[in-house]
C-alpha cells in the first residue's frame, strides 16, 4: 500500500492564484519530508526539506517566499505556490525517509498547470 | 557538486531481451545509492538502496549493482509491463552533515518493452 499520500494529483489554476499541496506520511511519523520539481522530461529536482515545527530550509535558486512550506504535525507536510504563473507548472512530488533514510518513499505527484 | 548521468536515455527491447541500464555517478560522501522506477504522471517508486561497492540486490526480474564510480540495473527476460523511467539518484548528507534525505537524481532512462 501507499506510503505518502499527495493530494491534489492535478490542479488547473489562473495566473496570480495560489494553490496548495497536501503531502501525508501514512505508515510513520516524519520529522522531515521533502518537496521535489520535476520538469517534463527532466529528472526530479529538490527544491526544499520541510521541518516539523520549525522552518523549511530552501535550496539555492528556490524563492521562500514564493514556496510556502508548513509542517504542522509529523504527518502532514504542504507546499503552498503563492501568486502562480505559467513558469511554475511543473510537477510537484514530496518524499518521506525511513528513520535512516535507508528508504525515500515519493507521493504520486501533483501535476500543476497555471493558464 | 553531486553528479549523476544515465544511459541510455532510452532503451527499446524486445520481451525475454535481456539489457543492462548504467548509472555513473560522482559524489563526496556516497552514503546510498537509490534506484526509482517511474511511470507516466506518477511518483517514482522505490526498488533499491545500495550503500558498498561490491553489493548486490533483486527484486524479480530486476538486479541492481554497485560499484565504486557506477551501478547497473540489469533487467532479465524483460516484459512490456516493465516499461516505464528508471532512476537512478545518490544520497549525501547536506550541508550540515546531518541530514541524508537529499536525493541527487540522473535523468533517468526511458524502457520501452515490445511485446
Known amino acids: 500500500g501507499a506510503v505518502v499520500s499527495q493530494h491534489p494529483s492535478r490542479v488547473i489554476c489562473k495566473s496570480g492564484t495560489s494553490v496548495k499541496i497536501e503531502c501525508r506520511s501514512l505508515d510513520f511519523q516524519a520529522t522531515t519530508m521533502f518537496w521535489y520539481r520535476q520538469f517534463p522530461k527532466q529528472s526530479l529536482m529538490l527544491m526544499a526539506t520541510s521541518n516539523e515545527g520549525s522552518k523549511a530550509t530552501y535550496e539555492q535558486g528556490v524563492e521562500k517566499d514564493k514556496f510556502l512550506i508548513n509542517h504542522a504535525s509529523l504527518t502532514l507536510s504542504t507546499l503552498t505556490v503563492t501568486s502562480a504563473h505559467p513558469e511554475d507548472s511543473s510537477f510537484y512530488i514530496c518524499?518521506?525517509?525511513?528513520?535512516?533514510?535507508?528508504?525515500?518513499?515519493f507521493g504520486s505527484g501533483t501535476q500543476l498547470s497555471v493558464l | 557538486e553531486d553528479q549523476v548521468t544515465q544511459s541510455p536515455e532510452a532503451l527499446r527491447l524486445q520481451e525475454g531481451e535481456s539489457s543492462s541500464l548504467n548509472c555513473s555517478y560522482t559524489v563526496s560522501g556516497l552514503r546510498g545509492l537509490f534506484w526509482y522506477r517511474q511511470d507516466p504522471g506518477k511518483g517514482p517508486e522505490f526498488l533499491f538502496t545500495?550503500?558498498?561497492a561490491g553489493e548486490e540486490k533483486e527484486k524479480e526480474r530486476l538486479k541492481a549493482t554497485l560499484t565504486k564510480k557506477e551501478s547497473f540495473l540489469h533487467i532479465t527476460a524483460p516484459k512490456p509491463e516493465d516499461s516505464a523511467t528508471y532512476l537512478c539518484a545518490v544520497q549525501a548528507p547536506d550541508a550540515g552533515g546531518t541530514s541524508y534525505g537529499k536525493l541527487t537524481f540522473g535523468q533517468g532512462t526511458i524502457l520501452t518493452v515490445h511485446p
Open positions: 545500495l550503500y558498498s
Open positions: 518524499s518521506v525517509g525511513t528513520g535512516g533514510y535507508e528508504k525515500l518513499f
